[in-house]
């Protein structure tokens, strides 16, 4: 077995494996795994020309994730990843679409919320309609109505923009550059083409006052994994849920906002978006 420190350069063995794994999972992203490599201390194991990564859960549990779909038609590649579970304490994370592959006769299937990701149609943010969601277009309004709204898409020329939004941003929250995810947003701002991701900075009469990142999770999915603004600038996360979904929603039904982490603040925020699907992720163990 051949161990080694997950870095940019496995984007030419990992990137299209985990692109062709068609769940709704965050994780199954190279940009993903690259970016929370450190907090997650990810490692690509190859045995035998099968590769697979091995991690750190937020709660400290080691785990074994596949790197391809895994089915009863790959057995070989499954059992693999069975013994690789012996010196690891999960395989995770698992869609509930594989969960029969792993019979709660012989395996412990567990989830916890914090590692859930919060999906929603695409269309609910367009324009965020209902009496529920009104406190949001309320918000989406006051923008457009107090400013002339504009965006470009991230380019070489102007990525110094997005990291200076970013140093704002990072002062606003009053934490360390270790306590949020400011470091792997830098990396994702500044490596955005290698890492395949497409991105957008947003301007109120004509000033910068917030950016996006996201890239393709599926065929049917775009995920959201960085969205910074200004709090000074009412709205404006409003209006890049609502931005985005406009120019995205003729390629797909669905975006994903990723997990909560256990943060209570994140967990207030997404949820007041009104979620469509919590996508579960489980942790599969043998049973003692």
């Given at each position: 077995?051949?161990?080694?420190?997950?870095?940019?350069?496995?984007?030419?063995?990992?990137?299209?494996?985990?692109?062709?794994?068609?769940?709704?999972?965050?994780?199954?992203?190279?940009?993903?795994?690259?970016?929370?490599?450190?907090?997650?201390?990810?490692?690509?194991?190859?045995?035998?020309?099968?590769?697979?990564?091995?991690?750190?859960?937020?709660?400290?549990?080691?785990?074994i994730?596949?790197?391809?779909?895994?089915?009863?038609?790959?057995?070989?590649?499954?059992?693999?990843?069975?013994?690789?579970?012996k010196?690891?304490?999960?395989?995770?994370?698992?869609?509930?679409?594989?969960?029969?592959?792993?019979?709660?006769s012989?395996?412990?299937?567990?989830?916890?919320?914090?590692?859930?990701?919060?999906?929603?149609?695409?269309?609910?943010?367009?324009?965020?309609?209902?009496?529920?969601?009104?406190?949001?277009?309320?918000?989406?309004?006051?923008?457009?109505?107090?400013?002339?709204?504009?965006?470009?898409?991230?380019?070489?020329?102007?990525?110094?923009?997005?990291?200076?939004?970013?140093?704002?941003?990072q002062?606003e929250?009053?934490?360390?550059?270790?306590?949020?995810?400011?470091?792997?947003?830098?990396?994702?701002?500044?490596?955005?083409?290698?890492?395949?991701?497409c991105?957008?900075?947003?301007?109120?009469?004509?000033?910068?006052?917030?950016?996006?990142?996201?890239?393709?999770?599926?065929?049917?999915?775009?995920?959201?994994?960085?969205?910074?603004?200004?709090?000074?600038?009412?709205?404006?996360?409003?209006?890049?849920?609502?931005?985005?979904?406009?120019?995205?929603?003729?390629?797909?039904?669905?975006?994903?906002?990723?997990?909560?982490?256990?943060?209570?603040?994140?967990?207030?925020?997404?949820?007041?978006?009104?979620?469509?699907?919590?996508?579960?992720?489980?942790?599969?163990?043998?049973?003692?």
């Amino acid at each position: 077995m051949n161990k080694q420190l997950l870095n940019l350069e496995h984007i030419s063995i990992l990137f299209q494996p985990l692109f062709e794994i068609q769940i709704p999972l965050s994780e199954y992203s190279f940009s993903n795994l690259f970016l929370f490599r450190t907090a997650h201390n990810y490692h690509i194991l190859d045995i035998d020309g099968d590769l697979f990564v091995s991690g750190v859960t937020y709660d400290g549990k080691s785990y074994i994730m596949p790197t391809i779909t895994i089915s009863l038609s790959n057995e070989r590649y499954l059992q693999k990843l069975i013994e690789l579970l012996k010196s690891h304490d999960y395989i995770f994370p698992i869609p509930e679409e594989w969960l029969y592959l792993f019979p709660e006769s012989e395996f412990i299937r567990i989830s916890n919320d914090d590692d859930t990701d919060y999906i929603f149609n695409i269309d609910k943010f367009r324009n965020y309609a209902g009496r529920k969601l009104h406190s949001k277009k309320n918000l989406l309004n006051q923008f457009v109505n107090n400013y002339t709204p504009s965006m470009e898409r991230f380019s070489k020329d102007n990525i110094h923009i997005a990291l200076d939004l970013l140093d704002i941003w990072q002062s606003e929250s009053g934490s360390g550059k270790n306590e949020t995810d400011y470091i792997p947003c830098v990396e994702a701002i500044e490596n955005f083409e290698k890492l395949k991701l497409c991105g957008g900075i947003f301007k109120a009469d004509d000033k910068p006052v917030g950016f996006l990142i996201g890239e393709e999770i599926n065929s049917e999915m775009y995920g959201i994994h960085f969205a910074k603004g200004l709090k000074s600038i009412k709205g404006i996360s409003q209006y890049m849920f609502s931005r985005c979904s406009e120019i995205h929603i003729e390629m797909y039904k669905y975006i994903n906002l990723e997990q909560d982490m256990g943060k209570e603040n994140l967990r207030n925020t997404k949820t007041s978006y009104l979620p469509d699907t919590m996508a579960k992720k489980f942790r599969i163990s043998f049973k003692k």
